[in-house]
């Protein structure tokens, strides 16, 4: 006799109050191996994987795609043994079954990210038809965008070969929008002009609504500096491949920024500090955050207690994370708390912006694009590669001249690494 399984909801922490439904990677009748993903659940800050925690036949599902779902909330079943189940199917539905079995498993991937298990399971697609362009020859989301795009323009070209194909999934739509099921998308086509409509995922509408409190409550003010890059870029190319040897970690800039914005911070308390009601939260210890871009769009996972941690330390997390958010398996305990964060937009090219706050936090430090420019140096006009740095902070909190001393310590550590070493 076949044993019924209860599928829950995981059980989320205190700071979250519930999830959402977003993708169901099998549907009833499906033959599922232990540990093969079932559904994704997303939260305000990450995607939650839920993997069959046996071998069986998904019996119902109870909670569909878009439903909210409380912690350790009933959201399917399972039974382990799928004989009872196979019996009773007609011939007629075992033909749909066995194919929706194939579609599904070559739906999941552990080396795909949600956002592309979620387009391939919900267009029906043959993964071994999509040609990845990532590393590895993985998939990316942008190869199932073209993919879609190909493939819908050669069926309207065979179905009207004298009318002009439009795609319904745009291949210049932005690639950080959220993929969302073909039925919510509502698209129409007038000449060559193309709309789209999507619903806004859970992070992104979190994302906008921390950043739009962040601005009404807080007296956000930014003051700038900028640094010469030249010492800390000679010190990386002279020491970068005996530190990758010895450490197995990349010398990067972030670790000196970060390990700088420590240094800061032990001599400012009040820009590691957080404002709660009426009180002023003094934190002794150090939970740096590293804003980090993914296809659902801007996370900041945190680094705890980095005043520990060495250069190779610090690299090595932050390579962790980076690769944690592409494949969206940032954990809920990875996202939370933070004292301090520093946002590097000159990645992407960014020479001047202003960092919004990330509350509760009082401070955050944005980095960008290292360009050279001429400057005045003992008189003489010197061509060095600069960079513009940026301290947005709370003033109900921060004096101005907290956050320009805080800053200028920055600038100092950075002119000048050595004296990170020394600390001094």
Known sequence: MAIEIEIKAPQFPE????????????????????DELLVDIETDKVVMEIVAPHDGVLTKII???????????????????????????SAQDQPQAAAQTAASDEAVDDAWGPAVRKLIA??????????????????????????????????????????????????????????????????FAADDRVEK?????????????????????AAMLTTFNEVNMKPIMDMRKNYKDAFEKAHGVRLGFMSLFVRAAVEALKRFP??????????????GYYDVGVAVSSERGLVVPVMRDVDKMGFSEVEGKIAEYGEKARQGKLSL???????????NGGVFGSLFSTPILNPPQTAILGMHKIQDRPMAVNGQVVILPMMYLALSYDHRLIDGKEAVQFLVTIKDLVEDPTRLLLEI
């Open 15 to 34: 700071a979250v109050a519930d999830g959402t439904v977003a993708t169901w990677h099998k549907k009833v009748g499906d033959t599922v191996s232990r």
């Open 63 to 89: 909670k569909q795609a878009g439903d909210t779902v409380l912690s350790q909330e009933l959201i399917g079943k399972l039974s382990e043994t799928g004989a009872g189940h196979t019996h009773t199917e």
């Open 122 to 187: 919900d267009n029906k697609i043959d993964a071994n038809k999509v040609t990845g362009t990532g590393k590895g020859g993985r998939i990316t989301k942008e190869d199932v965008l073209n993919y879609l795009s190909s493939s819908q323009t050669k069926t309207a070209a065979a179905s009207s070969p004298a009318a002009t194909s439009v795609s319904a999934v745009s291949p210049s739509a932005p690639q950080t929008a959220p993929a969302a099921p073909a039925a919510s998308v509502a698209a």
């Open 197 to 217: 409509r999507v619903p806004m995922t859970r992070l992104r509408a979190r994302i906008a609504e921390r950043l739009v409190s962040a601005q009404h409550n």
């Open 270 to 283: 009040s820009v590691n500090a957080s404002i709660d009601g009426n009180d002023i939260v003094y934190h």
């Open 333 to 343: 305990e990875e996202m939370t708390g933070g004292t301090f964060t520093l946002s």
